[in-house]
DNA sequence: CTTGAGTTTGACCAGTTGGTCAAATCCGTG
DNA sequence: CACGGATTTGACCAACTGGTCAAACTCAAG
């Protein structure tokens, strides 16, 4: 009984391999971004991609697998606006225009940054060995140019990775706690103000005074 | 067969149903908040309560009920803050003690954060209700009293939904993200500086010029 | 068209899970 | 201390879940 290979080691991937593994990422995001690794089943994932659970698990030997291998291939992605704020740039509209990215990505992203938020709130059990080696090392290389930026006095005084923190938490907020802002707005598009209001708070924050 | 009555048509409650019910759902509290619905057990809730699985069931009379129990329960106190900011006190004095108390109970209540989070980042498939009637009232009623703040020229002017969002987001992130936010400032206790880099956020934002 | 590797699936299994139930035990009150 | 309601639990069940497997089917290359 032949295996398909897994995408790391595989030699070559046949067209429907690479049909196959892509429909069940994407159903596997969505069901996964929806109910949490634990609240997820293998049938649920299967449905929704179209095939049948002993076909998923030929591709991805197991539940965990399918997990890990989304992950991974997210993580990058899911940093690169951050990859992008330049030392060499202007130190304000690097940060805005990094705000506006991160907020984009929540727009165009938002069951990923839910299934980033799902996997932290619960401890992060599958991914904290990701978050102590590369975001760790990202973040403290952007936190160097940040404060780098504010030693020269581009930008006023603060806590970097405060900074960031904050970044993160206002953009994804409209992403991970999308139920609540559009319950609480209304017919009011929340991105229709969203922007202005993100690159007003940081503005201000940042402004050398 | 005699049945713990259910707390809100209880006539009178033992002292055995009492401490047992704060048990339960304390217990019901740690599994909840750190597996989310669907990825707790009943038994996880027994065993953390020192209750048989059956006994549990006695007092609540399934899962869903304990869930819904807890929820109620914790949603007064979680709104306790917003509701104590007053329209006839200074403004800015007002948001920032806001901004202050809602980090106090991130600090010091991170588990119902936590709990509310999971159930809301997962599309609030339990609470949804309260968010369109006892959330959206008291949001309707304060973003007036914020909104004549602006307009009386005390404050700076501002989207009031979006600047609670945005303290709701800045004040839960230390809550939700805490592995994330741990891990990435390393020995540094992130509430050493969260609060003055909030106050400083909403303060620049706020100030009229 | 053959052939063999690649792909798909129905049937199945063992472990888990929410919930039930009758019997046993506890406990406050008369 | 006797009694009846309150509390507790071991044993049990049906549904669900992740995963297995042998057999069947598909398909590209010779």
Redesign the interface.
């Known amino acids: 009984m032949p295996q398909a290979n897994s995408p790391t080691k595989g030699r070559k991937e046949t067209r429907i391999q690479k049909k196959n593994r892509a429909a069940i990422l994407d159903a596997a995001l969505d069901v996964f971004s ?6 997820s089943t293998v049938d649920q994932i299967a449905k929704a991609s179209g095939l049948s659970k002993p076909n998923l698990l030929y591709y991805y030997p197991s539940k965990e697998e399918m997990f890990t291998a989304l992950m991974s291939n997210l993580m990058d992605t899911w940093l690169d606006p951050l990859r992008e704020m330049q030392s060499d740039g202007d130190p304000m509209t690097e940060i805005l225009s990094y705000v506006d990215r991160k907020l984009q990505m929540s727009r165009e992203f938002p069951r990923e940054s ?1 299934l980033f ?2 996997e ?5 059990p599958r991914m ?1 060995e990701t ?2 080696t590369e ?2 090392d990202l ?1 403290e290389e952007k936190a160097l140019v940040i404060q780098g930026w504010m030693d020269a006095g581009q930008l006023n005084q ?2 970097p ?3 960031m ?2 970044i ?3 953009t ?3 992403a ?2 999308d ?3 559009r ?3 209304g017919a009011e598009d ?1 991105y229709d ?2 922007p202005h ?1 993100l690159e ?2 940081f503005r ?2 940042l402004q050398p005074s």
Chains 1, 2 share one sequence.
């Open positions: 929806a109910h949490g690794f634990r609240g839910r938020a799902n932290i709130v619960q401890g992060a904290l978050l102590a975001l760790k973040v603060s806590h990775k405060h900074l923190f904050s993160w938490a206002l994804q907020h409209y991970d706690f139920i609540q802002v319950t609480l707005m929340p103000a969203a209001h007003t708070i201000r924050l």
